[in-house]
């Protein structure tokens, strides 16, 4: 049995992530201030801290714990909110980073996991970008997050932790929040839909994305427990383009009535369109998405009918 520490449990990728790992039988530590997540939706079993991860007095609670690895997953996650108020978003995307890595060099934790984003890369070409492209992020979420990256480079450089930044192109899947409605798009679609028979779209129909599934999220980050990074950052897609019109018709049809759709105008950040290329993870590690939209989209869409 190992211990780990998955910062943001409360959360949709943090818990998913931290449920595997408690059912592998291992022994998982979280912190979260519920901002987004719900305490309710913190694992069965998982040691929860309730605090910020960019608050110092938080971190100093896990001294009690020495973890194997460091999965920070916590941090606001929307492009769209992070115009709102640019110094939250920092602290809670680069100075939890920062902080949390100091803390795995005072207590010899040798691996650092990280929730990145596709949002580094901002616009792109219409083909599957790879790690080679040149990162220009659209919002301050973006920033952050690259800001993020070689922060973990360079404590891997001078203190030589194994780091590895998991690039997250669009997750969806069920146990997304959906009361959020200006992070992750599935949910916010698949919420109007529900609640409103109704789906204001903010922006192009002709926007497209890459949505890859929780469970193979959760499968991405754990591939990377039995193997030496050194310090790199990965893809995590499936290198299929999907459009908002081709989602929204998807979802329209597998919800049991009828919804009504609304164009308005864009968010402040939004990328039009990216897909990610995923041969570098493959190489590295051996995963490869397992989960075909239309499954997963259905598979989602029961689970938020079961919950409304």
Not at 8 to 25: N, P, Y
Not at 72 to 79: C, L, M, R, V, Y
Not at 127 to 140: C, I, M, N, R
Request: hydrophobic share 40%; proline share 4%; aromatic share 10%.
């Amino acid at each position: 049995m190992a211990t780990y520490l998955v910062t943001g449990a409360a959360g949709f990728i943090g818990g998913a992530v931290a449920k595997r790992l408690v059912h592998q039988g291992h022994e998982v530590v979280t912190i979260d201030n519920f901002s987004t997540g719900f305490r309710e939706a913190v694992p069965e079993g998982v040691h929860c801290i309730e605090g910020g991860c960019q608050d110092a007095d938080s971190i100093r609670q896990l001294d009690k714990w020495s973890f194997d690895a460091v999965f920070h997953i916590a941090g606001q996650s929307s492009g769209e909110i992070s115009f709102d108020n640019p110094v939250y978003d920092l602290q809670t995307n680069t100075q939890s980073t920062l902080l949390l890595l100091k803390h795995a060099v005072a207590t010899g934790c040798r691996k650092f996991l990280y929730a990145s984003t596709m949002s580094v890369y901002g616009d792109q070409p219409d083909k599957p970008v790879g790690e080679d492209a040149v990162a220009l992020p659209k919002s301050f979420y973006g920033v952050g997050k690259i800001a993020s990256e070689h922060y973990l480079r360079m404590y891997h450089e001078h203190y030589g932790i194994d780091c590895a930044a998991l690039r997250l192109f669009n997750v969806y899947g069920p146990g997304q929040n959906m009361q959020n409605l200006r992070q992750g798009m599935v949910s916010i679609y698949l919420a109007q839909a529900i609640n409103n028979r109704h789906i204001l779209v903010k922006g192009s129909p002709d926007r497209f994305r890459d949505f890859v599934y929780i469970d193979d999220v959760v499968d991405a980050f754990l591939s990377f427990l039995p193997v030496s990074a050194g310090y790199k950052f990965y893809n995590v897609a499936t290198g299929v383009k999907t459009t908002v019109g081709m989602l929204l018709e998807e979802i329209r049809k597998a919800v049991p009535f009828q919804t009504t759709l609304e164009f308005a105008s864009g968010t402040p950040g939004d990328q039009f369109g990216i897909t990610g290329d995923i041969s570098a993870i493959a190489l590295a590690t051996g995963w490869q998405p397992k989960t075909h939209l239309d499954r997963g989209l259905h598979t989602m869409i029961q689970w938020a009918l079961q919950h409304e």
